[in-house]
């Protein structure tokens, strides 16, 4: 998917909506992708996230070594495969090719992009003190990508059980809200 | 609005998918509201929410020194108080009045429920070590109310200025996660 660079600033807007995400990340010659829910905006710019990840997730080991990840940002086009990353461990599989996914080199990071993504935000691990309690890391967002739509993304927001709201429909309010 | 309790093991069914939020606090005589897009789950039961507000809103302080809050979510027939809400200052208004709004008694805290969201959490703070650098309350639910709906709530989700993805429609994967 052919994407271009995307201001920093607005990183906000991509993220605070409550995405479903994948997040990939690398280790020597492993990688993987999970699926996640549990993300939250700390900072604009630079821009921070906070995410939450099971410690019992191959992913989670990856993360905490390498202090690196990529957030993707799936659309609905995906949602079969996003949740299948979510039932699948990677820790005896490539799960780039289990889903048919295609992972691409990053600028910062070494974890890879899923090109399938219509975003994706290269970022590495500032915060880890909050990790040992409640599996939090604080990322800071180094490079962030996108792909230009000419709507607002359908992106997938899961309420549980594999079923998801969908982005897309936007209402706009009178008074604006920066 | 007539509501009913909510499991505290689902409530992460209600916040995962990032709706945005209306928290109210209370200190003393004085309570208010602000709006909010920057939380996420951190747990299931008992849930821990996370949520990062800005030291500059009058609800920081209120939540800070009372060390409650309700998170109230509402739907898109309150699109233009949400706006207003987060573009109007609690600190020489009452907000409730300001924007039409019900204050309620809550069960387990001293800040009051929004009557007009559909679902409301009331929560006390538990972690406030990630305050002073991150502005971030870790928050436990400690009683979460819901009105029965038919369908799926048609959240609001901020994406910035003023523009939301509505929640309502849903659609469902093949392949369950729960």
Redesign the interface.
């Known amino acids: 998917m052919k994407k271009k660079n995307f201001p920093l600033a607005?990183v906000?807007?991509l993220m605070?909506?409550?995405?479903t995400v994948m997040v990939s990340t690398a280790l020597k010659d492993k990688a993987n992708i999970m699926?996640m829910?549990?993300?939250?905006?700390?900072?604009f710019e630079p821009p921070?996230i906070?995410i939450?990840l099971s410690e019992q997730n191959f992913s989670f080991e990856l993360l905490k070594k390498s202090r690196q990840c990529v957030i993707n940002i799936p659309t609905?086009e995906l949602?079969?495969k996003?949740?299948?990353c979510?039932?699948l461990s990677g820790r005896n599989r490539d799960k780039f090719k289990a889903l048919a996914l295609t992972p691409l080199p990053a600028e910062k990071v070494s974890a890879p992009l899923i090109d399938e993504c219509y975003a994706n935000l290269e970022c590495k691990v500032v915060d880890t003190?909050?990790v040992n309690k409640?599996?939090?890391f604080?990322v800071e967002v180094l490079k962030a990508w996108i792909a230009p739509l000419k709507e607002?993304a359908k992106?997938l927001?899961?309420?549980?059980?594999?079923?998801?709201?969908?982005?897309?429909?936007?209402?706009?309010?009178?008074?604006?809200?920066?």
Chains 1, 2 share one sequence.
């Open positions: 607005k906000f807007s605070q909506s409550g995405p699926t829910s549990w993300h939250m905006m700390m900072e921070l906070g939450v609905v949602m079969e996003v949740v299948r979510g039932n003190r909050f409640y599996n939090l604080v607002p992106t927001h899961h309420l549980g059980g594999g079923e998801f709201l969908v982005g897309g429909k936007t209402v706009k309010a009178r008074s604006k809200k920066k």
